[in-house]
């Protein structure tokens, strides 16, 4: 489901910001006794343009 989820979170972004395929990243990660979902999204400089 994970790629699913960065497609779709790329889709949203990209309403509001131009950002490349590989702006978004998202990992599954066990930390101890939690699991956490870790989202990435590296904004470009500048005014935002959607």
């Known amino acids: 489901y994970l790629p699913l989820l ?3 979170l790329l889709e949203v972004i990209r309403k509001y910001v131009s950002v490349d395929v590989e702006a978004v990243k998202v990992d599954y990660v066990k930390d101890g006794n939690q699991d956490v979902l ?5 904004l470009p400089d500048g005014p935002a343009q959607a």
């Open 6 to 8: 960065q497609r779709e």
């Open 38 to 42: 870790d989202i990435s999204v590296a």
